[in-house]
């Protein structure tokens, strides 16, 4: 139904910035609350940031007033900004959708971001 892939992702030294991008497919990207996730080495997954339909946000309180989530449905992409980079950001970062009125159904394969110190 929908195919989510990031980018973005890479090796960035501690107070850098990085933008994470997920691309879907359909013609109905605009219905779909939109969250990503990360899971770091020996630790379970765990929720970073969620953007709704009608682009409410929220955010895990580790990132907060540094990570910013935004979506552009023309493009059918969500973004995640992530500045002030911590050697604990350091994960695989993976970008959900969800299409009912919680949960996510749908997600990528994930992108590496490795934070030096």
């Known amino acids: 139904q929908v195919q989510l892939v990031e980018s973005g992702g890479g090796l960035v030294q501690a107070g850098g910035s990085l933008r994470l991008s997920c691309a879907a497919s359909?013609?109905?990207?605009?219905?779909?609350?939109m969250g990503w996730f990360r899971r770091a080495p020996g630790k379970e997954r765990e929720f970073v940031a969620a953007?709704?339909?009608?682009?409410?946000?929220g955010y895990t309180d580790s990132v907060k007033g540094r990570f910013t989530i935004s979506r552009d449905n023309a493009k059918n992409t969500v973004y995640l900004q992530m500045n002030s980079l911590k050697p604990e950001d350091t994960a695989v970062y993976y970008c959900?959708?969800?299409?009912?009125?919680?949960?996510?159904?749908?997600w990528g394969q994930g992108t590496q971001v490795t934070v030096s110190s």
């Open positions: 959900a959708a969800g299409s009912g009125i919680s949960g996510y159904d749908y």
């Open positions: 359909g013609r109905t990207f605009s219905n779909y609350r």
């Open positions: 953007i709704s339909r009608s682009d409410n946000t």
